[in-house]
């Protein structure tokens, strides 16, 4: 995975005035953008998570955003298992789920989850945590 954890790495250079800490040998970066990306070791969480709103008064917003956590570390055990592939395999179409598939998924009210490269990380995130992840939530 040194492709994408270089590319985390200049993005982590970027946001090192942010808060930082560790997570299962990830270096986790909390900032303020309303989506979060894994990039090798480097994981970029929302400090407030887009869909945190959603779930007001049901789910409290720390879970929500550990949830979240345990989601992008399964992106990170993703690239460390397929190495240079993860961005086409992982990265690109997850990409595009994220952010073409959006209206799709409200409309329909499709699961996040519910792809592949979002599916598998959610299940190695939990696996390898024994922590809970976003999973089959509806998050738009």
Known sequence: GILQTLLGLLVFLRHCRARH???HGALITLWDSGSSVSLGLFVFVSAEPFFVKKFEGQIPAEVLSR???VHEYGHT??????GP?????????????AFVGREKRRKQQIPYGAFFTEK????LG?????EESIGDMILE
Do not use: D, H
């Not at 961005?87 to 997850?94: A, D, K, Q, T, Y």
């Not at 598998?120 to 299940?123: P, T, V």
């Not at 939990?126 to 024994?130: A, I, L």
């Open 126 to 130: 939990e696996k390898v945590t024994g």
């Open 85 to 97: 592939l993860y961005l086409i395999v992982i990265g690109i179409p997850s990409t595009l789920w």
């Open 21 to 23: 800490f560790w997570y």
């Open 120 to 123: 598998w990380a959610n299940r």
């Open 77 to 82: 055990v993703q690239s460390l298992i397929l």
């Open 67 to 69: 949830r979240l956590l």
